[in-house]
């Protein structure tokens, strides 16, 4: 079991850049692997990256490669996203995630499905 908790998300003009953070309870953190999923109003909830346990293997949707960075410090119990050239686009809450499932390739777990713990999210809004 694992509790989470974001942080990081604010108002950023385009191209600015932000780091989100992801605080996970608990001392089996290293044993989930990860992932960051964002919302934007009237749509469904959508992914952008996963990591998996180690930190070894990431997967990210197509509008974050290139873009956004996911990366983990298990001596820590965290995980983040760094956000870069963002887009009014991009606007939306950003959630992190975390499964007990890592028995398959780290590109499988795109579905929110997947994931057995959630953070509140936090918000993340782009002007232009």
């Known amino acids: 079991q694992v509790q989470l908790v974001e942080s990081g998300g604010g108002l950023v003009q385009a191209g600015g850049s932000l780091r989100l953070s992801c605080a996970a309870s608990?001392?089996?953190?290293?044993?989930?692997?990860m992932g960051w999923f964002r919302q934007a109003p009237g749509k469904e909830r959508e992914f952008v990256a996963t990591?998996?346990?180690?930190?070894?293997?990431?997967y990210y949707t197509d509008s974050a490669k290139g873009r956004f960075t996911i990366s983990r410090d298990n001596a820590k119990n965290a995980m983040y996203l760094q956000l870069n050239s963002l887009r009014p686009e991009y606007t939306a809450v950003y959630y992190c995630?975390?499964?007990?499932?890592?028995?398959?390739?780290?590109?499988?777990?795109?579905?929110?499905?997947?994931?057995?713990?959630w953070g509140q999210g936090t918000q993340v809004t782009v002007s232009s």
């Open positions: 990591i998996s346990p180690g930190g070894d293997s990431t």
């Open positions: 608990g001392r089996t953190f290293s044993n989930y692997g």
């Open positions: 995630a975390a499964r007990s499932d890592t028995s398959h390739v780290t590109r499988y777990y795109t579905r929110p499905q997947t994931y057995d713990y």
